[in-house]
T-cell receptor
Framework: GENVEQHPSTLSVQEGDSAVIKCTYSDSASNYFPWYKQELGKGPQLIIDIRSNVGEKKDQRIAVTLNKTAKHFSLHITETQPEDSAVYFCAASIIIQAGTALIFGKGTTLSVSS | GAVVSQHPSWVICKSGTSVKIECRSLDFQATTMFWYRQFPKQSLMLMATSNEGSKATYEQGVEKDKFLINHASLTLSTLTVTSAHPEDSSFYIC?????????????FGPGTRLTVT
């Protein structure tokens, strides 16, 4: 079945450094790729997303790149801050019986130390 | 905008009892809502897709008689865990899709922590 692989599972960086999280998806029909940030005990929050007709998207310190040929997409966080510490999930759109849905990666725990 | 609420935020119940969790879209209408389950330090597992006015579609391995889902209006979906057991203890999260929004975007609620004793 469809799946999304996410690496690394944990990532520790110093404040001010950059962080990169990578995902690979299997369904060639996927055309929407969001990234979510989840803090402890809370629901996921959408931080950025990208669609298949775009190769890169940036929003201040956060950027996402997409390589549809290789089925890879990545999250880039620059100038990391302690408040960026959280679990980050990538996801890819899929078609299910009920319509459209998202399939999630297993998450990356990002720790930013000051 | 695009705020989704869940109630309660946490609940403790005894084995054998039922628990109802509400998911509301506060500032938009949602024809589709999703229910997820998340175990500690794991990813989100889709349990079911709830479409307003119709029966929910459950993912493989999810017992529809145990996890009752109702989506009676464009702003409210409920998940009832029936005859709860300790193994049902988990973090339950709903998400909603804006009827006027992009087809894939989902907005998540804050989650409900269920503990069954």
């Amino acid at each position: 079945g469809e799946n999304v692989e996410q690496h690394p599972s944990t990532l520790s960086v110093q404040e001010g450094d950059s962080a990169v999280i990578k995902c690979t998806y299997s369904d060639s029909a996927s055309n929407y790729f969001p990234w979510y940030k989840q803090e402890l005990g809370k629901g996921p929050q959408l931080i950025i997303d990208i669609r298949s007709n775009v190769g890169e998207k940036k929003d201040q310190r956060i950027a996402v790149t997409l390589n549809k040929t290789a089925k890879h997409f990545s999250l880039h966080i620059t100038e990391t801050q302690p408040e960026d510490s959280a679990v980050y999930f990538c996801a890819a759109s899929i078609i299910i019986q009920a319509g459209t849905a998202l399939i999630f990666g297993k998450g990356t725990t990002l720790s930013v130390s000051s | 905008g695009a705020v989704v609420s869940q109630h309660p935020s946490w609940v403790i119940c005894k084995s054998g009892t039922s628990v109802k969790i509400e998911c509301r879209s506060l500032d938009f209408q949602a024809t589709t809502m999703f229910w997820y389950r998340q175990f500690p330090k794991q990813s989100l597992m889709l349990m079911a897709t709830s479409n307003e006015g119709s029966k929910a579609t459950y993912e493989q391995g999810v017992e529809k008689d145990k996890f009752l889902i109702n989506h009676a209006s464009l702003t409210l979906s409920t998940l009832t865990v029936t005859s709860a057991h300790p193994e049902d203890s988990s973090f339950y999260i709903c998400s909603a899709r804006d009827v006027a929004g992009v087809v894939y975007e989902q907005y998540f609620g804050p989650g409900t922590r269920l503990t069954v004793t």
